[in-house]
């Protein structure tokens, strides 16, 4: 009891630890019981290994030199993976009951993808089929020419072209047929290599021609302020010069086509002031009289005008009848004037929107829409259509005169009946837009005393045929 209480082991190890009696221990004994037990552990484990290593051999004897069975990695052993050691280790029955193992583990990994169906095959099969086709394409495009490309894109483009519809104009002045977008810029051209011949008329008529009507008015306006000026006061200086920097000159006469050509046209000339300011300055050698004639004919002038150019086409073959067009944007161009009144029109079926009106007020107060040129088809027995373009104020005696100058047999009588409307069109004056035969039109040609025998069109007309079969 007195030992337990001052702390002291009295256990068999605890004599073993120290080597001596318990009994006989000194009080003042310091030592850690439990590093002295940790030591003695740390020993058995090393002579434990120590034992596992196998027989003792002493250095230099004959038993410390290696047998020559013993290869060069028994004295070096490197460290080989589990699996090659497990590898090793098996028997030929190991070894195939392995082997079939790994074949049942992928007939499982095989049998658990699912199975395609009868149409996704056939979709894999297609899809292939195109991809095999679309490659097959693109050797051959890689094998044509650069020239070869742009003959074949040039040819589908003229193809193209040739069933397009266009508004084509006749030039007042040159007789030329031009496109109706590219007209204005052919008759400026064609009255500016005019100037030479007669500079004051070709002037007058770029004048006309080339601007808005309100442009003309404001034009003609100051002109005639100026000429006027002169014709009263001859002698005086002031009213032969003209300032172009002037902001009334730049807006009403420099601004507009044929307004400064005028001015050369009398005789202006360009000078310069004494402060370096350009002038316009009218030589005191031009008569009077000129000068009256000149303000005669800018005051009185007329524009040129283009005249639509029928352009007939004939189709031959069977789609001839049933070829689509699409109207070009010149068959709904709005003027100035028709702009106004569509937005009065607008306006006014606003308010009226605010009133309560019945179904047939609504009908017969909408606006319908307008066109400004129309196509007329007339289909002959023989499969042949006449295709013209017509402006929709031509009255139905143009459309017979149209018809009848390409006819082969042009003295024979002949009707044109409507295929929408089933209503003969007689030779009258009557207007495409009253008759209802816009924006396009199909009409039946027959002769009176009922022959289907042709032929029907001019051997020339039927040359510049277009086959559509």
């Given at each position: 009891?007195?030992?337990?209480?001052?702390?002291?082991?009295?256990?068999?190890?605890?004599?073993?630890?120290?080597?001596?009696?318990?009994?006989?221990?000194?009080?003042?004994?310091?030592?850690?019981?439990?590093?002295?037990?940790?030591?003695?552990?740390?020993?058995?484990?090393?002579?434990?290994?120590?034992?596992?290593a196998?027989?003792?051999?002493?250095?230099?004897?004959?038993?410390?030199?290696p047998?020559?069975?013993?290869?060069?990695a028994?004295?070096?052993?490197?460290?080989?993976?589990?699996?090659?050691?497990?590898?090793?280790?098996?028997?030929?029955?190991?070894?195939?009951?392995?082997?079939?193992?790994?074949?049942?583990?992928?007939?499982?990994?095989?049998?658990?993808?699912?199975?395609?169906?009868?149409?996704?095959?056939i979709?894999?099969?297609?899809?292939?089929?195109?991809?095999?086709?679309?490659?097959?394409?693109a050797?051959?495009?890689?094998?044509?020419?650069?020239?070869?490309?742009?003959?074949?894109?040039?040819?589908?483009?003229a193809?193209?072209?040739?069933?397009?519809?266009?508004?084509?104009?006749?030039?007042?002045?040159?007789g030329?047929?031009?496109?109706?977008?590219?007209?204005?810029?052919?008759?400026?051209?064609?009255?500016?290599?005019?100037?030479?011949?007669?500079?004051?008329t070709?002037?007058?008529?770029?004048?006309?021609?080339?601007?808005?009507?309100?442009?003309v008015?404001d034009?003609?306006?100051?002109?005639?302020?100026?000429?006027?000026?002169?014709?009263k006061?001859?002698?005086?200086?002031?009213?032969?010069?003209?300032?172009?920097?002037?902001?009334?000159?730049?807006?009403?006469?420099?601004?507009?086509?044929?307004g400064?050509?005028?001015?050369?046209?009398?005789?202006?000339?360009?000078?310069?002031?004494?402060?370096?300011?350009?002038?316009?300055?009218?030589?005191?050698?031009?008569?009077?009289?000129?000068?009256?004639?000149?303000?005669?004919?800018?005051?009185?002038?007329?524009?040129?005008?283009?005249?639509?150019?029928?352009?007939?086409?004939?189709?031959?073959?069977?789609?001839?009848?049933?070829l689509?067009?699409?109207?070009?944007?010149?068959?709904?161009?709005?003027?100035?004037?028709?702009?106004?009144?569509?937005?009065?029109?607008r306006?006014?079926?606003?308010?009226?929107?605010?009133?309560?009106?019945?179904?047939?007020?609504?009908?017969?107060?909408?606006?319908?829409?307008?066109?400004?040129?129309?196509?007329?088809?007339?289909?002959?027995?023989?499969?042949?259509?006449?295709?013209?373009?017509?402006?929709v104020?031509?009255?139905?005696?143009?459309?017979?005169?149209?018809?009848?100058?390409r006819?082969?047999?042009?003295?024979?009588?002949?009707?044109?009946?409507?295929?929408?409307?089933?209503?003969?069109?007689d030779?009258?004056?009557?207007?495409?837009?009253?008759?209802?035969l816009?924006?396009?039109?199909?009409?039946?040609?027959a002769?009176v005393?009922?022959?289907?025998?042709?032929?029907?069109?001019?051997?020339?007309?039927?040359?510049?045929?277009?086959?559509?079969?």
């Open positions: 009891n007195d030992s337990r209480r001052l702390g002291l082991m009295t256990s068999p190890v605890c004599e073993i630890i120290h080597g001596c009696d318990t009994q006989h221990r000194p009080h003042n004994y310091t030592t850690s019981a439990m590093d002295k037990l940790k030591q003695f552990m740390d020993k058995r484990k090393a002579d434990k290994r120590f034992k596992k196998g027989k003792g051999v002493v250095l230099g004897s004959a038993e410390d030199k047998t020559a069975s013993v290869s060069a028994a004295v070096k052993p490197e460290r080989s993976s589990t699996s090659d050691r497990q590898q090793r280790a098996m028997t030929p029955a190991g070894i195939a009951a392995q082997k079939r193992m790994e074949e049942a583990r992928k007939a499982k990994q095989f049998s658990s993808k699912p199975l395609l169906t009868a149409e996704e095959r979709a894999i099969s297609v899809a292939a089929e195109a991809e095999a086709n679309a490659q097959r394409k050797e051959v495009a890689a094998m044509k020419s650069s020239s070869q490309v742009l003959a074949e894109q040039q040819a589908q483009q193809q193209s072209e040739r069933h397009r519809l266009h508004v084509r104009m006749t030039c007042p002045l040159t030329e047929v031009v496109q109706w977008s590219d007209r204005m810029s052919h008759l400026h051209t064609a009255l500016q290599e005019r100037l030479s011949e007669s500079p004051i070709f002037a007058s008529k770029m004048l006309h021609s080339l601007n808005t009507p309100s442009e008015q034009a003609v306006g100051l002109l005639k302020r100026y000429l006027d000026n002169i014709i006061n001859p002698h005086e200086p002031k009213y032969r010069r003209i300032f172009p920097s002037n902001k009334t000159f730049q807006a009403k006469v420099a601004s507009v086509l044929g400064v050509e005028f001015l050369y046209a009398i005789g202006y000339q360009d000078q310069t002031g004494d402060e370096g300011k350009a002038m316009l300055v009218l030589p005191e050698t031009v008569e009077v009289a000129a000068l009256e004639t000149a303000l005669m004919l800018v005051e009185n002038d007329k524009p040129l005008q283009f005249q639509l150019f029928n352009d007939p086409i004939v189709y031959t073959g069977s789609g001839g009848q049933s689509r067009v699409e109207l070009p944007d010149e068959f709904f161009n709005l003027s100035t004037k028709e702009v106004k009144e569509l937005q009065q029109q306006s006014k079926e606003v308010e009226e929107a605010q009133m309560l009106r019945t179904q047939a007020m609504r009908e017969a107060g909408r606006p319908k829409r307008t066109y400004k040129y129309c196509v007329i088809r007339v289909r002959f027995p023989d499969g042949c259509v006449l295709q013209g373009t017509f402006s104020n031509d009255t139905a005696h143009a459309l017979h005169v149209f018809v009848r100058n006819l082969h047999d042009e003295s024979k009588p002949y009707s044109l009946v409507s295929q929408a409307s089933r209503s003969k069109i030779v009258s004056e009557s207007t495409l837009q009253d008759l209802g816009v924006p396009m039109t199909v009409i039946n040609f002769w005393d009922g022959s289907m025998s042709g032929p029907f069109l001019k051997g020339s007309v039927v040359a510049r045929a277009v086959n559509l079969s």
